[in-house]
């Protein structure tokens, strides 16, 4: 069994990093399993009144004892087991396409209020009767303007264990998806010489890989029905994750009861329709007459369909996952993430159509595949995440590691160092850093370890104002999406190339990996030297140019692709001031809806520095207005990739400085890095849609662990723009509780 080991290591550390994981371990059964809180485990002594592990031997295995020198660290586990295999001896599989239904196929039809039809609720859930939809009940958290934004499209996904996939759908012929034949049985393991993963390891969307991928155009909404189909014993967890969940579909434009709430969680059991308008922002008050072919969206004849809205503002690149409040780290890396691409009149997925308004982007072309529309081709999407496995072989996670979880095993699509095969031709790749904590800094290397250019496209799912020429990729944060195009046809049948982690999180003085920032960017020929003790440094994924392509390569990369929209009319209602850092504070006793963890935000450098109460609101822009934000990295000692719900925003100044803000990050985004010390000031709207909604950070075991606020869109004097009761949910029904402003929240 083989596994990364590494130099100095012993075997009798080892072992006693494995007794500390297995004590550590249990003490993580009965978090997950909330029979201990994070308030019972500081009254022991096993917390610090700043919620860390405390330094007990045989429990912390970063003590004196056992020195983390010889570890994979933070988690203080042995290293992952390879089992034999090398990397780049499987190939990589495309995602699994999710069929779009029409809307008479889902059963019960969906309602714009939650559907309370009692049922029974297992015993282990507390027994009685609940309902079937565990969306809050009642008008003010009804799907907003359902009415006037009828779902078109039906799309339904079950949240299961570890299953073999026997629908996999990969839409694209097989010789583009590495001679995978779709109708063999795919079961989930990460290499094919690996374990399969149990049920209770691995929770993802239909229970199977690869990662499934949604499709949606402009002007048509869809009608996502989630089912929990996890255990009803919480107890069955593999010993982490929850089995309530909330899904977020990260950075749509719609309203607050579709946003996946950090506390507006379902239960095993029970469903929860999400009502995806699928709008361009502005839609109520730019472009309201739909004449402006640039606002538009792709028709099945070819044409187009003209929509409200600011073309500006179409987006392209999103995803979606779970956001359940304290748990979102342990279920996302369980397997609750999914990708979501949007289409328009400007990005339709067909390069051979020429009308003036698509940029022809590499994707495939209509005439051969008979899609106007989301041809996938020559558009592949890259899920990226380092993982971590016990010595069995199946997925491991260490809640304690409150800094953030950092893996020892890089996977592609949920598969271990593949191969993929490619034409020589262009292709874009969508690619999303789906880790709990780790950074990527990506680059193209050839056979001789040269760096090859990338042109990155886009930045969160926004096609940048012009594309940039890169050698080497910024660093990634966790959640961000980079679109790249990458160039094959200069390269000969038969040459490999290679995407290379330059991010080492590997620190030299504590012996372990850092899960709080990238220790070292490193060049190219550093990282492909073999040197790094960081695991996940160095080639990850293997191109393989295998052939000419069977029709002319039509696809484009304009040299002006989405300008972003002029702000300067608009004027600026408030600014603000969020820091972010450690220290934090609970000020609530309320189990409900509060935590307590060692990271915290400050609002308006008033009130200190608090951890996360979702009851509690610490800002309320005003519907219509437009306001300025200062995001402050409190702490030079990590860094915070922000994300902010809803608007997607513009970031005029990086530590003060307009001219620090780079090409690639000119575009609108979702999610704001936040340089150890640093700083950013960023501009938003506030449009369209009402409701609650959230500011946290995503490496998720700071968000977890009480860096998130909740924000809420006010003024106006509709309903749904007043604070919306926080949602208590149970099995048997949600409860409600009155929200309480801070004095910042105006």
Known sequence: MDSFYPRGGSRARL??????????????????????????????????????LAPIGGLNPFVASTKAQSLIGPTGAPPSPRFGCSSFSQPMPRFDCIPRNPITALNPAPTAQANQTQQPVDPALGGGTGPIEGRPPGPVWAHQRFAQFPPAVAVQMTQYGARSNTVYSPDVRSELNCGINPSDALPLRFHTLWPNQTPNSVWTFNGTIPPKLVRARYGEPILFRHYNGLPADVRQNGGFGRHTISTHEHNGHHGAENDGFTG???????????????????????NRDATDP????????????????????????????????????????????????????????AEDIDDGVNLRLPSGQARVTGKSWGNLDYDVNLMLADKAFDQTGQM???????????????????????????????????????????????????????????????????????????????????????????????????????????????????????????????????????????????????????????????????ATMIENPDLSSLPIARERTFVFGRGGFQPSSDQNTSFIGPWAI????????????????????????????????????WDHPIHI?????????????????????????????????????????????????????HNTMHEDNAMLLRWEIGGGGESFLRPLPTPVPTPQG???????DLPTAR
């Open 15 to 52: 072992r006693a990093a494995e007794e500390a994981r297995r004590n550590r371990a249990e003490i993580v059964r009965e978090l997950s399993w909330g029979r201990v809180s994070r308030r019972d485990l500081i009254k022991w002594g096993l917390f610090t009144s700043a919620g860390l």
């Open 264 to 286: 507006a969680f379902f239960f095993p059991g029970q469903f929860y329709d999400y009502h995806w308008p699928v709008v361009l922002a502005g839609h109520f008050s730019i």
């Open 294 to 349: 640039r606002a538009s969206s792709p028709a099945d004849d070819g044409g187009l369909v003209k929509v409200p809205g600011d073309w500006h503002e179409t987006m392209s690149t999103h995803w979606f996952h779970d956001h359940m409040f304290s748990f979102t780290a342990q279920n996302v890396y369980k397997g609750n993430a999914a990708m979501f691409n949007i289409y328009s009149g400007l990005d339709r997925g």
């Open 396 to 558: 491991y996670f260490d809640i304690f590691e409150f800094d953030g979880f950092i893996g020892d095993v890089m996977t592609v699509n949920l598969t271990f160092d593949p191969y993929f095969e490619v034409e020589r031709r262009k292709y874009r790749f969508r690619i999303l850093n789906a880790s709990v904590s780790r950074f990527f800094k990506l680059a193209l290397a050839n056979a001789s370890g040269v760096a090859q250019p990338i042109i990155q496209i886009a930045n969160d799912g926004n096609l940048l104002p012009h594309p940039v020429t890169l050698l080497e990729l910024d660093e990634q944060g966790i959640a961000e999406r980079y679109d790249i195009v990458i160039d094959f046809s200069k390269y000969a049948i038969g040459d490999k190339l290679h995407l290379v982690n330059l991010a080492d999180h590997f620190d030299p003085q504590a012996g372990a990996l850092n899960g709080k920032k990238v220790v070292t960017d490193l060049s190219l020929a550093a990282a492909l030297s073999g040197t790094s003790l960081d695991p996940c440094v160095g080639r990850f994924l293997e191109f393989r140019v295998v052939r000419d392509p069977a029709q002319p390569d039509l696809s484009r990369v304009p």
């Open 602 to 637: 400050e609002t308006d450098r008033t009130g200190g520095m608090l951890n996360a109460d979702y009851n509690r609101v610490s800002a309320a822009p005003k519907f219509g207005t437009r306001e300025v934000w200062h995001l402050v990295n409190g702490g030079g000692g």
């Open 645 to 697: 719900h809803f608007e997607e925003g513009q970031v005029l100044e990086r530590n003060g400085k307009a001219e620090n803000v780079p090409a690639w990050e000119r575009g609108r985004k979702d999610v704001y890095r936040l340089h150890p010390g640093g700083s950013l000031t960023l501009t938003m709207q506030f449009r369209d849609w009402g409701g609650m909604f959230m500011e946290h950070c």
């Open 734 to 740: 949600v409860l409600f509780e009155d929200p309480y």
